[in-house]
């Protein structure tokens, strides 16, 4: 089992940056990525970016390229994600996810454990 928590998020300005970091307890070397998803109120869970433990494979939602930068460090077992030039639109709660298998994908039905996220809110 892999227990994923999530820290980093709050309140911040349009413009601002925010890092979150999710930390894989458990059996966290059986996992082959890691992802964040983001929800936003009255809209479906959202992909915004994956990476797999060793760096080779990164993705990331169109919406968020250029702004935001995924990244991993295995022997801290942590996933991070680095926002910068934070928009309103990116108001959510952001969700670390886990996958056991490769490739690396976007589809949250393709990931195995999952933390209980941290929200993110933006002002104009």
């Known amino acids: 089992q892999v227990e994923l928590v999530e820290s980093g998020g709050g309140s911040v300005q349009a413009g601002d940056s925010l890092r979150l970091s999710c930390l894989s307890k458990?059996?966290?070397?059986?996992?082959?990525?890691m992802a964040w998803f983001r929800q936003a109120p009255g809209k479906e869970r959202e992909f915004v970016a994956a990476?797999?433990?060793?760096?080779?494979?990164?993705l990331y939602a169109d919406a968020v390229k250029g702004r935001f930068t995924i990244s991993a460090d295995k022997i801290k077992s942590t996933a991070y994600l680095q926002m910068n030039s934070l928009k309103p639109e990116d108001t959510a709660v952001y969700y670390c996810?886990?996958?056991?298998?490769?490739?690396?994908?976007?589809?949250?039905?393709?990931?195995?454990?999952w933390g209980q996220g941290t929200q993110v809110s933006v002002s104009a």
């Open positions: 996810a886990a996958d056991q298998w490769a490739p690396i994908d976007d589809g949250p039905a393709e990931y195995d454990f």
């Open positions: 458990g059996r966290a070397g059986s996992t082959y990525a």
């Open positions: 990476i797999s433990w060793g760096g080779y494979s990164e």
